[in-house]
């Protein structure tokens, strides 16, 4: 996400979204109360029989956010509250679908978790797509900066093998089905690199035929695994080469965080867990590390102690310790949200 200007004295940022990743990031600072404007498309009346659609100006105080992850729409509806046409009235009813592109406006009173989601934001997507697959299988997935989207599935019948020729034709019409269909995926999402996991046989197979796709043949690389499942595309993460494009990426460092937590709890050392007790070791300036998840905030806001707990979030910056918001629907927010939701590593143990 791009911040085009700032003006923090009448509370409002103007931004560009730069990628998928950004909606998720918006979806996170954009909630109801709060007012955005920006261009969009209206249709207005040229007479009583003719409209055209015409792009305004609109400012919309928000009433309702959609968004669901891995899609490339964010879309806000709410109250019009001015606009560039007097034939669009205020209090009219308007949704701006926010997409790739899209610049706006947001005009809030803006929260240390909200400065994190744009400075998180203004990494770049490491755009990712991995591919674990064996004859018959396949699992296809992109890597995010904020979790891991399990795109889609293959799967067809390669027959006995017993039926030699029936086996060997099966396999062959995989092959070009799963390469024809990883090119065009990647292609679509303009994946920067293709990390495709897989036996050995079928990683030799699909190297001698890789050259034939445009997309593919130079941004691919192979990862010998064991299966082609989601346990798969965990065995590719875990690779040295998936490593190699993904150690910058926050989810990456994430995974790191979380594993080191739960190593931490389950030794009883340097780590805790729960609002009550992070806040106290937050208080001690002995937090290192801290972790909160999606669904914390959203409940921190709709139990009315957000205030609270953003102020407890700059404090742990003044006593320079990092924060990692988590989001919950991703593998490792459900982690975090069966230790409270909020957790943290410690510079040394409280006890």
Do not use: C
């Not at 018959?136 to 795109?151: F, M, P, Q, R, V």
């Not at 093998?161 to 060997?168: G, L, N, Y």
């Not at 909160?292 to 102690?305: G, H, V, Y």
């Not at 991703?330 to 949200?337: A, F, K, M, T, V």
Request: proline share 0%; charged share 30%; glycine share 4%.
């Amino acid at each position: 996400m791009k911040i085009i200007k700032k003006n923090l004295k009448n509370n409002e940022i103007n931004i560009k979204i730069e990628s998928l990743d950004d909606l998720w990031y918006l979806s996170q600072i954009i909630v109801p109360g709060i007012i955005i404007n920006g261009k969009t498309y209206r249709k207005v009346g040229v007479n009583e029989k003719v409209s055209e659609r015409k792009q305004i100006f609109i400012e919309l105080n928000v009433e309702k956010v959609e968004f669901k992850d891995f899609t490339d729409i964010l879309k806000v509806l709410g109250k019009i509250v001015r606009s560039s046409d007097e034939r669009v009235q205020k209090g009219e009813y308007h949704s701006f679908n926010l997409s790739v592109n899209d610049e706006l406006t947001i005009i809030k009173e803006w929260s240390t978790v909200d400065f994190d989601y744009l400075n998180k934001s203004a990494k770049k997507d490491s755009n990712l797509m991995l591919v674990a697959a064996d004859y018959g299988d396949a699992t296809i997935a992109y890597y995010h900066n904020y979790s891991i989207e399990y795109s889609s599935t293959l799967s067809e019948e390669m027959g006995g093998k017993r039926e030699v020729t029936a086996f060997e034709k099966n396999k062959a019409e995989f092959l070009k089905t799963l390469l024809s269909t990883i090119n065009e995926l990647a292609k679509n999402r303009q994946a920067k690199a293709v990390l495709i996991g897989a036996t050995m046989n079928l990683i030799d197979a699909m190297k001698s035929k890789i050259i034939e796709y445009d997309y593919l043949k130079n941004k691919s690389s192979f990862v010998k695994i064991n299966y082609s499942n989601k346990n798969g595309i965990k065995e590719i993460i875990n690779s040295g080469e998936a490593q190699k494009s993904i150690e910058q990426s926050q989810y990456y460092e994430q995974q790191l965080l979380i594993n080191k937590l739960l190593e931490l709890i389950s030794k009883s050392k340097n780590s805790t867990y729960g609002y009550k007790f992070v806040k106290e070791a937050i208080n001690k300036g002995a937090v290192q590390e801290l972790l909160i998840s999606t669904n914390f905030i959203k409940k921190a806001k709709e139990q009315n102690f957000f205030k609270e707990l953003d102020n407890l979030i700059k404090t742990a910056a003044e006593l320079n310790a990092n924060l990692s918001i988590v989001n919950s629907d991703s593998e490792l927010g459900e982690q975090l949200d069966n230790l409270t939701g909020i957790a943290a590593i410690l510079r040394y143990n409280l006890e």
